[in-house]
């Protein structure tokens, strides 16, 4: 965190038309900023902008000369505005029901503009942030070579959406808000054979069973370190993902894209099907040629993203081992900008 930069956005319109400061942090890994090919990477529900390092929460996966290469590329991770990973009270939101998905790829769009950014390498985000990064690359189909959302869709289900609606309930019911909501979230993000394959009802005191000791952990760990309105922000946020709200219908609207869009599912996911992702493919390659997808194979379900890194990298590595050299006339002038 002491890395933390911030930039402020003043009168920001959110979804229902109010306007907000918006003090917008961000952490840079790698290369220097404007010397290398730049990959903004969105956090998921819970996590921040620390993605590398020895806390860093997808660092099997980044690092250097590990899939996406921190000695080739420059990463960029915005922290999603009222998540709280700067522990300053007064940048959490806490009106939270008037903000979207598509206001957030708004704010992230602003932050590129200060940071003279007009162009990516890649947009890649799982879950949550992989919505976004949806959302963002409908709003700027010019801005990524390659948009890679992770176990996500462009838009949210019944299912999601009926899920979010417990989570907000318990987030604003419970005695014990945090812990509750993050207990039941950890149910839709693995699955029943991988809670079995991981605890066979095995026991580790009396009476509880370890499945039960395993949830109680995550809850309390998560009422540690999370606020609670950050919680109920995010939650919003994943139940607001939809890129065709208030325009055409989905392939007209994803067809702008102009990057390769790499769209990677998990077989086992309950949150976002895969059934779900191969729709979205057959649907946006009918008019795009320039989309793939691949797929995780996992007992785990949605948290295959975060741990099933062998398979991801494999389906990363054809889009992050061309070692592209920078154009360092281009790189230099924007940087004499900056100055």
């Known amino acids: 965190m002491e890395n933390l930069k911030y930039i402020n956005i003043p009168e920001f319109v959110n979804n229902n038309g109010k306007t907000s400061d918006i003090k917008l942090s961000y952490q840079l890994f790698g290369r220097p900023l404007h010397t290398a090919p730049i990959i903004l990477v969105n956090h998921a529900l819970t996590g921040n902008s620390n993605v ?50 598509r206001n957030i790829a708004e704010i992230f769009a602003l932050g590129l503009q200060h940071l003279l950014i007009n162009k990516l390498y890649a947009i890649i985000g799982g879950s949550v942030g992989g919505g976004i990064a949806w959302e963002l690359a409908v709003l700027k189909p010019d801005l990524a070579e390659h948009i890679i959302p992770i176990a996500t869709d462009w838009k949210v289900t019944d299912w999601i959406i009926a899920n979010c609606h417990i989570q907000d309930a318990i987030l604003n019911n419970s005695s014990q808000p945090l812990k509750d ?5 950890m149910t839709l993000y693995r699955t029943p054979e991988s809670l079995t394959k ?32 950050a919680y109920k922000l995010m ?15 989905f392939k007209d609207v994803a067809s702008v894209i102009k990057g390769h869009v790499h769209i990677i599912t998990i077989n086992s996911d309950l949150f976002f099907k895969a059934d779900e992702n191969w729709e979205t493919y057959i649907d946006l390659k009918s008019v795009k040629q320039n989309v793939t997808i691949g797929e995780i194979k996992s007992l785990h379900g949605h948290d295959a993203f975060l741990i099933e890194f062998d398979q991801l990298s494999r389906l990363l590595n054809p889009i992050f081992e061309i070692k592209q050299v920078p154009n360092h006339s281009k790189f230099e002038t924007v940087l004499k900008k900056c100055v």
């Open 52 to 101: 590398v390092g020895d806390q860093g929460w997808w660092n099997d996966l980044i690092g250097d000369n590990k899939c996406i290469d921190t000695l080739h590329y420059t990463i960029l991770a915005f922290n999603i505005p009222g998540n709280g990973y700067d522990n300053l009270e007064e940048n959490l939101i806490h009106n939270y029901q008037e903000f979207t998905a």
């Open 181 to 185: 909501a993050r207990m039941h979230a």
């Open 235 to 249: 939650n919003q946020i994943l139940k607001t993902i939809d890129i065709t709200k208030g325009r055409l219908p």
């Open 198 to 229: 991981k605890f066979s009802r095995s026991k580790d005191s009396q009476p509880l069973f370890e499945v039960q000791s395993w949830l109680n952990y995550h809850g309390d760990q998560l009422d540690s370190r999370f606020h609670l309105s």
